[in-house]
């Protein structure tokens, strides 16, 4: 059964560092999305994202971060300058053509320090 | 501000027992009800989804769903111990989930 991969499992990296979360959608679908949940707390959307460009995004998705779909397979999240509070783990998830269930990848666990 | 609320448990149900897991909204405009389990450490994985008022049944699973009463909610029949997680329930407006935060269910065997 196809699935959402992301790399790596666990990022960790210094306050002010730039990092890239990586994340490859179930092949054929067309809807990416990007979620965070820091600990003990609420998934929380960050951004959608279809035909090469932001749907919606939210509060939490300032201008520190971007994503990008590279190639046919990727899809990326870049946080700038990382702060202590990004420390979370983000899921990337994707939907197919025609249909609304988000299928979640297993995460990227981000720690700042 | 779009909310979901769910009961935080924990919520305790021998084994062979129903679990009844509920959820309200507050947005109106949202349009689909989505279930999903969450293992300590995990990610969320979908297990219902519900686009329609009334019921919706897949396997040991229903779903309800009343737009008027903006409540969703999930029975698992015949728990299991392996059914013990957080369950999720998140509402969909323009694509973008918003979540509760989760019931944790126990099944005692």
């Known amino acids: 059964e196809p699935e959402v991969t992301q790399t790596p499992s666990h990022q960790v990296t210094q306050m002010g560092q730039e990092v890239i979360l990586r994340c490859v959608p179930i092949?054929?679908?067309?809807?990416f999305y990007w979620y965070r949940q820091i600990l003990g707390q609420k998934v929380e959307f960050l951004v959608s994202?279809?035909?090469?460009?932001?749907?919606?995004k939210s509060e939490i998705f300032d201008d520190q971060f971007s994503v990008e779909r590279p190639d046919g397979s990727n899809f990326t999240l870049k946080i700038r300058s990382t702060k202590l509070e990004d420390s979370a783990m983000y899921f990337c998830?994707?939907?197919?053509?025609?249909?609304?269930?988000?299928?979640f990848g297993p995460g990227t666990r981000l720690t700042v320090t | 501000q779009k909310e979901v609320e769910q009961n935080s448990g924990p919520l305790s149900v021998p084994e062979g027992a129903i679990a009844s897991l509920n959820c309200t909204y507050s947005d109106r405009g949202s349009q689909s009800f989505f279930w999903y389990r969450q293992y300590s450490g995990k990610s969320p994985e979908l297990i219902m989804f519900i686009y329609s008022n009334g019921d919706k049944e897949d396997g040991r699973f229903t779903a309800q769903l009343n737009k008027a009463s903006q409540y969703v909610s999930l029975l698992i029949r015949d728990s299991q111990p392996s059914d013990s997680a957080t369950y999720l329930c998140?509402?969909?407006?323009?694509?973008?989930?918003?979540f509760g935060s989760g019931t944790q269910l126990t099944v005692l065997p």
């Open positions: 998830a994707s939907t197919g053509t025609g249909k609304y269930e988000q299928y």
């Open positions: 998140a509402a969909s407006s323009a694509r973008q989930l918003t």
């Open positions: 994202f279809y035909n090469n460009e932001i749907s919606e």
């Open positions: 092949s054929n679908h067309l809807y």
